[in-house]
């Protein structure tokens, strides 16, 4: 089977998690459909917004010319924004087109055309049993592959390894702010787009790959704050976290996770609840290890490698 894997290949993208296990299994040839853009992800600046837009308007050509080119028997889109006009004509080449949509398409803010664009697709395949079940009443064919860890980047960390301090990765949110600020006083570090020009929270910049795994690995404990549009389920960085070792706080959600509050993880509901489940980990780490060996052990199998076999199958079977 050949695909033709298109996305967005940024530095630490979803994309280049799936790319060892399907090269693995299939023959594949990675295409970046936002051209040189990729570099402009994590900057907000009007600059790098309107080279996005342009970006988004020309990548469904980009798709056509390399179905064109390449000829695959399938095409993955990861997420695939800005392409939604162009998977007719690549089905009317005789190929096959599948979307790995790995956020909420029922959020509009976020990308108004997904549930369209998914319905176009021969297959979507998401990360959540509840997401599948809702879109399958929209028409759209769907199958599930949970979201996984590259363990390239965050290999299993030892839980009982010497920890310190508290981790937070992600872009910057007024929510997010909120919530870190109330961690001021402890020893936090908070890396990601936008942390830069927070009046509250000290923050760094964006950091990829095996740097975003070593901060966790360090890690006594993992901050998981999720965007509106993941409320009540998880995110990436929920076995990102558990993989490193760290003890993951996070959001209230059981939508396509295997952790439990107080099983496996942490749940706060307001800013004062996280900072109490700080201080209480922290001044318990025993507790906290034993939290961490079970989400450690939960997800040990749970990486990107299988989660790419398993789309694999799922194209095999449509």
Not at 139 to 148: K, Q, W
Not at 191 to 218: F, I, M, Q
Not at 250 to 276: I, K, M, N, Q, Y
Request: proline share 6%.
């Amino acid at each position: 089977m050949k695909l033709l894997i298109a996305g967005e290949l940024a530095a630490g993208g979803l994309a280049w998690s799936l790319q060892p296990g399907f090269a693995e299994n299939a023959d594949i040839v990675m295409v970046d459909l936002y051209g040189s853009t990729s570099g402009s992800i994590d900057r907000h600046t009007f600059s790098a917004r309107a080279a996005r837009s342009v970006a988004r308007r020309a990548s469904g050509k980009r798709l056509i010319e390399s179905v064109q080119q390449h000829r695959p028997d399938w095409v993955v889109l990861v997420k695939g924004r800005g392409v939604d006009d162009a998977i007719p004509a690549v089905r009317e080449m005789g190929v096959r087109v599948a979307c790995y949509f790995p956020d909420n398409p029922f959020w509009n803010l976020g990308d108004p055309g997904a549930i369209a664009r998914l319905r176009a697709c021969d297959i979507a395949i998401v990360w959540s049993n509840r997401i599948a079940h809702d879109l399958r009443h929209e028409g759209v064919r769907t199958a599930v592959v949970p979201f996984g860890y590259d363990d390239r980047w965050y290999p299993l960390g030892d839980p009982d390894a010497p920890r310190s301090g508290i981790v937070f990765l992600g872009t910057w949110s007024p929510r997010r702010e909120r919530y870190l600020a109330a961690l001021n006083g402890l020893d936090l570090t908070v890396h990601g787009t936008g942390w830069g020009n927070s009046t509250t929270v000290v923050g760094g910049p964006p950091t990829y790959e095996r740097d975003a795994g070593s901060l966790l690995r360090k890690a006594a404990l993992g901050i998981n704050l999720l965007h509106p549009q993941c409320s009540g389920a998880h995110n990436m960085r929920t076995r990102e976290i558990a993989a490193s070792g760290a003890v993951q706080l996070c959001d209230p959600g059981s939508d396509g996770t295997p952790f439990l509050d107080g099983l496996d993880c942490v749940w706060f509901r307001s800013p004062a609840e996280l900072r109490a489940h700080a201080e209480e980990l922290l001044g318990q780490p025993r507790y906290g290890v034993e939290l961490a060996r079970r989400a450690n052990a939960l997800v040990a199998s749970e990486h990107y490698r299988l989660r790419s076999r398993q789309i694999v199958a799922c194209l095999g079977a449509a």
